[in-house]
C-alpha cells in the first residue's frame, strides 16, 4: 500500500476577498475530488485573500499509480485560469 501526498502552494491574483477565494477553491477541489476520487483540504493561508495552500492525498496498491494520479491532480490545477502553481511537491509513503 503507497500513501501519496501533494503539497501546493498556489497564488490567486484575481481575488478581491475571502469569499472569491472560496469559491474558486470550492471548485477546483470538487472539481478533483470527483475526477481523481482524492482527498483535499486547504492547509494554510487560510485569512489571505491571495495566497492559498491546498494538500492532496491518494492511497492506491501501486506507488507509481499513486504518483501518476496526484501528477494528473497538479497538471488539472494549473490548467486553471483564476490561479498560479507557484510551487508544489510530492511525496509517496
Not at 477553491?25 to 485573500?49: C, H, M, P, Q, Y
Not at 501518476?68 to 507557484?86: G, M
Request: contains cysteine; proline residues 1%.
Amino acid at each position: 500500500m503507497t500513501i501519496g501526498f501533494c503539497h501546493l502552494d498556489l497564488y490567486l491574483p484575481e481575488c478581491a476577498s475571502l469569499k472569491q477565494k472560496r469559491s474558486v477553491l470550492k471548485s477546483i477541489t470538487t472539481r478533483a475530488r470527483n475526477k481523481f476520487n482524492v482527498s483535499v483540504s486547504e492547509l494554510g493561508d487560510n485569512d489571505r485573500w491571495q495566497r492559498a495552500q491546498l494538500g492532496v492525498a491518494t492511497v492506491a496498491n501501486d506507488s507509481r499509480y499513486a504518483n501518476q494520479i496526484l501528477s494528473k491532480v497538479v497538471d488539472l490545477i494549473e490548467r486553471e485560469d483564476r490561479l498560479i502553481v507557484v510551487d508544489y511537491s510530492l511525496e509517496l509513503l
